[in-house]
């Protein structure tokens, strides 16, 4: 006999797990479905998010970054350390106990919140004689739920390269990127994403040789050429080799390891041999198993779930967020979107900005933005004042000792409201917030100029950034 809710969600990231939460505490009686297994096959809720993607990355970033602070600047603080060594399977260990907590953390959360969590493959079945639709479970047990409305947030993968197909050994996926036993001496990675900068400077502060393989002629293309333009210069003084404008050829992968074909930006053919290579080139919708077409659910051209701006679906009472659906492949988002369909289902007004999504890379330095980027706007002809401040200028930041990057205001030249912030340098994903904050409320660079920040901080790069729109820093 099936079992009856009111909301049924498919996939418990963050986008789902979250929408389940916020549906259940509007008093709705929600299931949440994910399929995701620890390494015992038990389950592991929240997605490649917490699996395979943010949560385990900042975990490698932050040993990867004491170890290189014991190696390279302690003696810069009278601390004397010799003969420091990573042991790399303690660093994974403590990666996957982070992981745990925080599975652990979302199945409290279902409990505390009353969400009915089962373990298994969510897919559709069909229409409900009496409305909603039909869910089957496939786990270690079969169920059936039906739910009058229905959430799909069933996440993305990465996109394969053809002609190199992730084993997961020599040619990795995020997956196996934060799997890697032990140090390769040679590290490739096609792709200078988010994901490839932040796992390329794990393994390079580590002691691998790192180089990244770019296709496009631009470094971080959707980054303030500015701010791009730093960040690879610091990239380039710690060794993490970049080479832009690439076409990748034919990649061999043997037991001694992968051989990458390419042709540089010159036209010169090339040929990089490493140990490991991780292919980094995006992510695509994942809808496999879900059996759409027996509902009649629309994709689009890309293979997301198709929805309109409320993300709803072309099926009534059917709903989709995340990386499933068109717009940036973010966790918060999912979330933000998971927040705004439970409260819509409820009769509110959910409500989500895309213009004040924060992004950020968490390499050394940080990049961090939100908003238009320069080139943007003069692509828009929008006229604009720019103000920065660098951290060199900044007091917190000689005391910890990193002194990389800048702040970067973007105003509008008439109204003064803030059209983008941009930051490269220490601790800026923290920076950020104050950034989004000032854009919801159509804030002015005058605005966050006027506000009092506490010093010595690193917010006060910000504010003296904002100064610099009118050309009036004080500390530079």
Not at 19 to 43: F, T
Not at 61 to 79: P, R, W, Y
Request: proline share 3%; with cysteine; hydrophobic share 40%.
């Amino acid at each position: 006999m099936s079992k009856q809710f009111d909301v049924v969600v498919i996939g418990g990231g963050p986008g789902g797990y979250i929408a389940a939460i916020r549906a259940a505490q509007l008093g709705m009686n929600v299931a949440c479905i994910d399929e995701w297994k620890n390494d015992k096959g038990g389950p592991a809720p929240g997605g490649t998010c917490t699996n395979v993607g943010c949560i385990p990355s900042k975990a490698l970033l932050q040993s990867s970054e004491h170890f290189e602070h014991a190696n390279k600047h302690f003696a810069d603080h009278g601390i004397t350390a010799t003969g420091v060594k990573m042991d790399v399977s303690k660093m994974v260990a403590r990666k996957d106990s982070v992981v745990k907590q925080n599975n652990d953390g979302i199945l409290y959360l279902f409990k505390k919140n009353k969400v009915s969590f089962f373990h298994g493959r969510g897919s559709f079945v069909k229409a409900a004689a009496d409305g909603g639709y039909e869910i089957k479970v496939a786990g270690a047990t079969e169920e059936t739920l039906v739910g009058k409305q229905i959430i799909i947030a069933t996440g993305s993968n990465a996109r394969a390269l053809p002609g190199a197909e992730f084993d997961e050994v020599n040619i990795l996926s995020n997956d196996g990127a934060l799997r890697i036993g032990a140090v390769p001496k040679k590290l490739a990675l096609i792709g200078s994403g988010v994901i490839g900068l932040e796992m390329g400077s794990v393994w390079r502060r580590l002691g691998a040789e790192v180089t990244v393989l770019e296709g496009l002629p631009t470094f971080l293309g959707a980054v303030d050429e500015q701010i791009a333009k730093e960040a690879k210069k610091a990239f380039d003084k710690q060794g993490l080799k970049i080479e832009l404008g690439v076409k990748v050829g034919e990649i061999k992968n043997s037991k001694k390891g992968v051989s990458i074909a390419y042709t540089n930006s010159k036209g010169e053919a090339q040929t990089l041999d490493a140990d490991k290579l991780i292919i980094s080139i995006g992510r695509v919708p994942n809808t496999i198993g879900l059996n759409a077409e027996s509902v009649g659910l629309q994709l689009d051209e890309r293979g997301a779930i198709a929805v309109d701006g409320d993300c709803k679906t072309n099926l009534p009472g059917v709903w989709a967020v995340g990386d499933v659906v068109r717009g940036p492949m973010l966790a918060h988002k999912a979330e933000e979107e998971g927040v705004a369909v439970a409260e819509r289902m409820a009769g509110q007004h959910g409500h989500v900005n895309f213009n004040t999504i924060p992004w950020v890379i968490y390499t050394s330095p940080e990049i961090a933005w939100v908003g238009r980027t320069e080139q943007q706007l003069k692509a828009d002809g929008v006229k604009y004042k720019a103000g920065t401040f660098p951290f060199l200028a900044n007091g917190r930041a000689r005391a910890l000792g990193d002194t990389t990057g800048m702040v970067k205001f973007l105003a509008d030249a008439v109204t003064d409201e803030i059209l983008g912030v941009h930051m490269v340098g220490p601790q800026v994903s923290e920076l950020i917030a104050e950034a989004v904050v000032a854009m919801e409320f159509k804030a002015s660079a005058e605005d966050i100029a006027r506000i009092c920040h506490a010093h010595p901080s690193l917010s006060e790069a910000t504010k003296e950034a904002a100064l610099a729109v009118d050309k009036r820093t004080l500390n530079f």
